[in-house]
């Protein structure tokens, strides 16, 4: 992470370490493409965990205070940085990135860090959220909605959503 922590980045980066459990080294894909309205890093809204395990791998943290079953798949155990999995009666319900991990990019080459003018660009923004010291920026595809999560000017992560879902982490 470039300059100080804020708090903004510090929410975050907190979504990956506070509340896990299960194994110490989880491991995401070391990169991923986000295809706006279909997948992130391979991993579709709808997906069963079996489907999540085969894209991803086992080693994943489950998160002990979330409302709804939570996976995080962290880069480094305990380090906030890669991915994660929100399930709603044992589908993917959410999809997101965590932190800002390298190599993550767009279909079309956006990529994590880029400047928050750069979001959207081909694609309609229909909506933002103010979540706790960030922004989500929306564009719906139907039923999906991509989310591009902001911080401080910059794109910190990527998400999918069902249209009409909290986008906030």
Sequence with gaps: M??????????????????????ARATPPSAGILVPGVSLGGVELGMTRTEVVRA????????????????????????????GVVF?????????????????????G?????DEAEIGAG???VDERTCRGYAARMASTGRVQTVYYVFDGELWGFGLIRSGANPCL
């Design 123 to 125: 694609q309609v923004l």
């Design 2 to 23: 470039v300059g100080s922590l804020t708090a903004g980045a510090a929410v975050l980066g907190a979504l990956a370490l506070g509340g896990t459990a299960g194994p």
């Design 56 to 83: 991803w791998g086992r080693r994943h943290g489950v998160c002990r205070d979330c409302r709804r079953e939570t996976w995080y798949f962290n880069r480094r155990a305990f380090e906030p940085e890669g991915a």
């Design 110 to 114: 956006l990529e994590l860090g880029a």
């Design 88 to 108: 709603r009666k044992g589908r993917v319900a959410h999809v997101f990135t965590l932190w800002r991990p390298p190599g993550w990019k767009t279909s079309d």
